[in-house]
């Protein structure tokens, strides 16, 4: 039985991630020496209770060294990121997101603290583990790294042929990891004759040829247009929901994260600024890294009113109200607001978007107050309401 058909909760859990390592038998014993063991004698995590794809940061740093001197990369990282989730990597250029990234399968060695794949401490690991454990994080890039002068069969099948895997047996996994990526149709296609897109398919198929329990993914999409980067995301979500691995991706796309992301870590010069969920990251986001990044999801005032703008109240003057939906202590109640702000309210500008379920953005309003007024209101609001200044009514 192929991996690449079960479902999440079939590869979940340690007893079923034996059936499945079991079940691959060309993942050749030098690339997963419990393929020849019974259930009893494999180590899973099980004991432990770990879920199959965790990963977990303990006290983590990176400091390069070079005769240019010493760069601090990342610093006291902790962090665990659960089995099955997608999970985001944001921060400025240069703080040190592929750094992070590339500890998870030893690409680079911390400096300091430890790094455990389903609680194995991957520092330890001999020559022959750290190639089982390369098996099984599979890892896809924004420049595709294919190979120009072979096939799209053979750039997928390259892994498992160094593997050592029989040729019967490579045909038959490039065939359904490129039916699952949608690709069937271009097996013999080399890559110079493939969209990027196709091109990042290609670069998937291969990530995913030796059954990985986790896909890294660094700035997979920021090489493609707009419409492509959606379809890519949601291959990776069909991945994700199919084969129940575990993604952990970069992106400097904002766009990206609120598409199909659980979780998100926001890095600030290698320290950890903030992590969360999703949609109560970018919903109430605590950092101002964080926020300096969200700012062109969060639409800034109409030019209009922005220029109008004045700071203390004037005869006649309409108050403009920011009323913010961060997801958290559910949505502002409008009926509410609207009885305590009394007068007549008028909608200037609104962004409401859903993450997870969460409604999060802001309107703008406006709305002519007395001074004490517009503090009942903001109250009355839960704390959701903001006064951003006064400009010249219309009427
Ligand atoms: N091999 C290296 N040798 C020396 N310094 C390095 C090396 N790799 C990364 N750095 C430095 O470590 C810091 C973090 O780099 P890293 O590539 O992890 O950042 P990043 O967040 O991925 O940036 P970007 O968004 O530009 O890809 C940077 O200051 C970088 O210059
Ligand atoms: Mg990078």
């Known amino acids: 039985m192929a991996a690449v058909s079960m479902p999440v909760a079939e590869r979940r859990g340690a007893a079923e991630a034996v059936a499945r390592r079991v079940s691959a038998p060309w993942t050749a014993a030098s690339a997963a020496p419990t393929v020849s063991l019974?259930?009893?004698?494999?180590?899973?995590?099980a004991e432990r209770g770990?879920?199959?794809?965790?990963?977990?940061?303990?006290?983590?740093g990176k400091v390069y060294r070079s005769a240019a001197g010493e760069v601090t990369a990342l610093e006291g990282i902790d962090l665990a990121i659960p089995a099955g989730r997608i999970f985001g990597i944001i921060g400025r250029?240069?703080?040190?997101?592929?750094?992070?990234?590339?500890?998870?399968?030893?690409l680079e060695q911390p400096t300091a603290g430890r790094v455990l794949v389903d609680g194995q401490d991957i520092a330890l690991l001999d020559t022959e583990g750290l190639v089982a454990l390369r098996r099984r994080i599979g890892m896809i890039f924004q420049h595709f790294n294919l190979l120009s002068a072979k096939s799209v069969r053979d750039n997928v099948g390259l892994p498992l042929l160094v593997a050592g895997v029989p040729r019967p047996r490579i045909r038959e996994r490039v065939d359904e990891v490129l039916d699952l990526v949608?690709?069937?149709d271009k097996h013999r296609t080399f890559p110079s004759r493939l969209s990027g897109g196709q091109k990042q398919r290609v670069g998937i198929a291969r990530a995913l040829v030796h059954h990985p329990e986790i896909l890294l993914c660094d700035e997979a999409t920021s090489a493609l247009d707009p419409e492509t980067t959606i379809s890519i995301l949601s291959l990776l979500r069909d991945i994700?929901?199919?084969l129940g691995l575990t993604i952990v991706l970069i992106t400097h796309e904002m766009s990206v994260i609120r598409e199909i992301c659980d979780d998100v870590l926001v890095l600030e010069s290698g320290r950890i600024a903030e992590t969360g969920p999703v949609w109560k990251v970018f919903g109430d986001p605590r950092h101002e890294a964080t926020r300096a990044l969200l700012s062109p999801l969060t639409r800034d005032l109409p030019e209009d009113i922005a220029d109008r703008l004045r700071a203390s109240p004037f005869p006649g003057s309409?108050?403009?109200?920011?009323?913010?939906?961060t997801g958290v202590d559910g949505d502002p109640d409008l009926g509410q607001l609207s009885t305590a702000l009394g007068s007549r309210v008028r909608l200037i500008s609104a962004a409401i978007d859903r993450i997870d379920g969460h409604a999060q953005g802001r309107l703008v309003l406006g709305v002519h107050l007395p001074p004490n007024k517009a503090k009942q209101a903001s109250c009355a609001s839960g704390g959701h309401l903001k006064v951003l200044g006064h400009v010249a009514g219309d009427d």
Request: net charge negative; no cysteine; aromatic share 4%.
């Open 38 to 45: 019974d259930e009893s004698q494999v180590d899973t995590g």
């Open 240 to 242: 994700n929901r199919k």
């Open 182 to 184: 949608g690709l069937s």
């Open 318 to 325: 309409e108050t403009i109200l920011e009323l913010r939906y």
């Open 50 to 60: 770990d879920a199959v794809g965790t990963v977990a940061f303990e006290g983590v």
């Open 93 to 106: 250029s240069g703080a040190g997101k592929s750094s992070l990234l590339r500890t998870i399968n030893r």
